[in-house]
Each structure stands twice: as C-alpha cells, then as structure tokens.
C-alpha cells in the first residue's frame, strides 16, 4: 500500500480555505472573512454553513486576488429564496467601473444558476447550465479563469461552458480601491439584491482547477483528498480503497472487502432497506429491518425491531426510520420546516431554511418598532414587528408618518413639526370667547381665545353662558332678552297698584307688581284688607261691611257684637 500525491492531495495553489464552521477563519492563510451586519450559521455540507440574509454577506480581503492572472473559486451554495440577480460571490467589479466576475442563482437572461464575466454592462459573458436554483437544495459551482485562456464554469460537476479568453479584464488589471471581493452580495446593490440562504466550503485557488479536480471537489466536499492506492480517486470516494484486487462483484461501488454482500448489487452499506427481500440491505446485520411508528405517519422512531409481517406492512410499524418525535405525525424526516421554535425535519436545527426577517420591539404598540429585537422567522421576543423607525417607543401618537402635531417630532423625520393642530378667534373684550374666523397656531397669539361664539366682542359681559340682565342686551348670546313683566302705579304704597300697567325688567318707582287696588289713596284698601263695619269696601270685592248682622258705630269692625243705641230701643 503506498501514499500518491493526487492533484488535490494538499489544496495546491489554495489561497484560502473559509470552512465556515461557526467562524470565517481561514483555514490555510491569513484571509479572513468580514462580516457585514453579522453572520450567523446553520447546517452545511460539511459542519455548519454561514446564513446570509437579506442584510448579511462576507467581504474578503483584496490582497486575496491583487495580482491574480489565473484563480479559480469553489464554493458550496443554498439558495433560501431566490431573488433576479442575486449574487454567490461577486469579484472584481465596482460601481465606478465594469469589468468583474460573479455568480448568480437567478440570472434573468438565462433564467438559471449562471457564472457570468463581463467587460462592462453591455457586453455579458455567460456560462449556463440551464439548471433552475430550487430553494433549499445545495449546489457546488466551481469557476476558473486564466488569462490568455478564458473561463470554465462546472455545476455539480457538469460542465457549463467556457467564457472566451480577452472578453473581461484580468484581476491583475485592478487597483486596491476598484477590487471587491464579496460572498452573497452584490457590487452593483442599488440595483441586485443580497443572496439569501447559505455558504459552505469556500476555496479561492491560484490557479486554473481541470475537470477532473473540479468533480472531485463536488463528489468530496469535505476532502480530505488522498489517494493510498493511486488510482487517481480520492480514498473518500474510492470503492476499493488500499486494494483494488478484491474488486467490486456487484458493481455497487463498494468492494469485496467493504461489502456485506458483493453479490446483491441492492446490499452494501449504508442502503436503502427494502422491506420483505429478505436480504440485509444496509449491512447492518439484520434483514427486513422495520420501526416501530407510533403516531403512523410513515416514518419510525424506535428500532430497528422485527416485524410480523413481510415488507413492515404491520400496523404501527415503517420501513422507514429516522422520526425525532413519533408521538406528533407532523415531525419526521422529511418534514416541511415551520417557524415554531421546533424541528420538524429531525435534521437536529429548527427553523432552518425560513426567510430570515429583522424584528424590532414595539412598547408602545402603534405598529412601529424602536429598537431591534432580533432575527428570525418569527418575532424573537413579545411585541416585535417587521417595521422599525420608531423615534419614540414610549409615545403611540410618535411614529414614522404619524400626524403633525406643535411642539415635537411627531412623524420621527427628525424635525420639530411645525403644522398647528388648534384654531385661535380674536378676544377683542378679553373674555375669553372670540369670534370667527380664527388662524391656527401652535401657541395663542395675543389678543386671541380658543373658543369662539362671542356675539358681542366689545362687551366683556356679553359671551356664551353669561350671565343674564334687563337691560336690553343679549348678554348669553342665546339669542333673547331678559324677561320683561307688567307693573301698575301704587300711589298709596299698600303693594297693590291700579290703572293701566307699564313693561319693565325692574320695578319703576311707586309701582307694584299686581293690579286691583280700588282706592289707591287709601293703604287700607286692597284686595287683602280686612273688612270693617264701616260702610266702605276694604277688601275691593264689590261688597261693602260683608258679615256685620246690624247696625254698628263708625268704627267698630263687622265681627264685634252689635252695639245698640237707646234711640234704636224707643223706636222699638
């Protein structure tokens, strides 16, 4: 057995290596990776993988290509949602000038995964596979380009096509300040979007990879790329790794030595098991492996463990293993992620491959968020929404658009609003009511009231709900006078007057508010008087000396005893 040195045996000519396992530390130089607005990681091809997001890419070191006349790029990617010209990786190009390299999952003009080298804007270079980027689905591209030679562009280790050689300008033909190197965004950004989704194994070569380097790099994503038995396959993919002698009978890609049953083509390790063959499919020691599928749907959590039945066609049992939670039908391998917090696939992560989104913690609760609260598919905290731009979480009338308001920044556009939210009315008598039309004002200008209805500016007793006095003025502004009443002329003073009345609010002099006195003369005759045996009418009834039975002496009232004369007995 002896050790070859395969093409890729050490990474030749690799300037950097970004593994993206949990960091963007490379691994074989000193060109690091640059977060821009953070990065986070998830499950990749090998390890973790960084996640990009709408907000979030990886800028390189320009020292990395400065001077570069032949360089290829090797990268694993996965698209989350696909977006019209989103970038993989974008080299070369700058808003100031055209000319650059870059990788897209969308192209528009293909409409497919497309490596594209162009000398300016008018004139694109495309090599296309024609393969459409699903979301979720990881992909392997690798792109080479030397100078004098052109460009070469392989997906999943299909070759694309080539891109003419002179067509774009060399690296080497950039300065410091035009070259950009960036993973997942664009340097064009006004006009393309970041690319959403995720990275992995990231390798930046001196050089020009060959086909065969390229399918390797695809079928070994991880390496590591030795050959024991020289036969130009890497021991990762070899099928009969230190001793191709022993062969491979079934041609099952797995050789005697390695094969649990080198005559079964369907039987090597790692297998699909098929149910009811009675062989032992995935080399594990037992055939017609079945699991116990406790909440039926289709997928086993516990086993593997026998089954009654051939095919594991028994009820609560799956031939099929693999489900993290076989008490919910809705967890399973397989299993189409939702933004809940839990891990639905079984694949260990939760949430993965959801549209990653910027939440921002809403306390007032007018719909607008302050500060940023996280990211996630979901709001990471209560509270949170998508909109953010509050200027004052603690004020629900303060909030980007929010109506004008004196004395603040209300619409949170950074200036003080200054569109008056009251009407002022001049106060010419200063008693606090005006009159129409007023002027708006964040503060009363003087000689002004914040009321209106004033039916008489120049009176300062006259105003809504004043009070009311005869004087024949309007002073409540209700639209009346005060009441007006009759009054008769008493001439004696007894209270009671006579003759025809006169109108007034106030009593005139010498009147009386009621009629009926039959001799204003007289204070003893009125219609409350008392009568008296006198001949006269005290009482101005129309009867005179009422209740008196005989005749009595001047005098004397009509309820005394009779006084009888000693003329008045003769006679009788």
């Known amino acids: 057995m002896w050790l070859v040195s395969f093409a890729l045996a050490s990474d030749v000519g690799v300037r950097a290596h970004l593994r993206l396992d949990g960091d963007l530390t490379d691994s074989v130089g000193a060109f690091d990776g640059t977060a821009n607005g953070g990065s986070g990681y998830g499950q990749g091809v090998c ?54 390299f870059f990788l897209s999952t969308h192209n528009v003009r293909t409409s497919a995964i497309t490596a594209t080298a162009h000398a300016d804007m008018n004139t694109p270079f495309d090599a296309s596979c024609a393969v459409s980027a699903q979301d979720a689905f990881w992909y392997h591209g690798v792109f080479t380009w030397e100078d004098g030679v052109g460009g070469h562009f392989w997906l999943d280790g299909v070759d694309c096509g080539t891109i003419p050689a002179g067509t774009v300008p060399s690296l080497a033909s950039f300065t410091p300040a035009e070259l950009n190197l960036k993973v997942g965004a664009s340097n064009w950004p006004a006009e393309d979007p970041t690319f959403v989704g995720r990275i992995d194994e990231l390798r930046i070569y001196d050089r020009a990879l060959s086909p065969t380097e390229a399918v390797v790099l695809h079928s070994v994503p991880c390496g590591p790329f030795t050959d024991s038995d020289g036969d130009q396959v890497p021991d990762s993919i070899d099928a009969c ?145 998508l909109l953010g731009g509050d200027c004052d979480d603690t004020d629900a009338t303060t909030y980007p658009g929010a109506p004008l308001r004196c004395g603040a920044d209300h619409d949170c556009d950074g200036l003080e609003d200054d569109v008056p939210e009251a009407q002022w009315y001049p106060d010419e008598d200063g008693d606090g009511w005006g009159v129409a039309p007023g002027i708006p004002a964040c503060d009363p200008p003087e000689g002004h009231a914040a009321v209106v209805g004033d039916c008489d500016d120049t009176r300062a007793s006259v105003y809504p709900g004043a009070p009311e ?46 009629d009926g006195d039959c001799d204003d003369s007289d204070p003893g005759v009125h219609p409350e008087a008392p009568e008296a045996c006198d001949d006269v009418d005290q009482d101005c009834d129309g009867e005179t000396d009422e209740g008196c039975d005989a005749p009595v002496e001047l005098g004397l009232a009509c309820d005394h005893a009779p006084v009888l004369t000693l003329g008045w007995l003769a006679r009788r």
């Not at 009654?308 to 799956?318: H, I, L």
């Not at 007006?484 to 004696?492: F, G, K, M, Y």
């Open 47 to 100: 390890g973790l993988a960084s996640n990009l997001t709408n907000d979030r890419w990886v800028s390189l070191p320009d020292a990395l290509a400065t001077g570069l006349t032949a360089w290829s790029v090797s990268v694993w990617f996965r698209p989350a949602f696909g977006q019209p010209w989103d970038r993989v990786w974008d080299f070369g190009s700058h808003q100031d000038i055209d000319g650059g």
């Open 241 to 385: 790794v230190g001793d191709d002698a022993t062969g491979d009978g079934d041609s099952d890609g797995y050789c005697a030595d390695l094969d649990c049953d080198d005559a079964q083509a369907s039987a090597y390790p790692g297998a699909t098991v098929i149910p009811g063959d009675g062989l032992d499919n995935d080399c594990s020691g037992d055939a017609d492996e079945c699991w116990i599928d406790a909440d039926l749907d289709g997928y086993g959590g516990v086993g593997p463990a026998s089954s009654s039945s051939a095919g594991c066609a028994g009820a609560g049992e799956a031939s099929i293993g693999g489900d993290c939670q076989d008490d919910d039908p809705a967890v399973h391998t397989g299993a189409h992620e939702v933004c809940d917090g839990a891990d639905q696939d079984c694949d260990g992560f939760v949430d993965e491959d959801l549209p990653t989104l910027l939440w921002y913690t809403d306390l007032d609760g007018d719909g607008v968020g302050g500060e940023e609260a996280g990211v996630g598919c979901g709001p990471p905290v209560p509270h949170a929404v």
């Open 469 to 514: 006095v005869c004087d024949g003025i309007d002073h409540d502004c209700d639209g009346e006078l005060a009441a007006t009443r009759s009054w008769w002329a008493d001439a004696d003073g007894d209270g009671y007057g006579a003759g025809f009345p006169a109108e007034g609010c106030e009593a005139p002099e010498g009147s009386a508010p009621v």
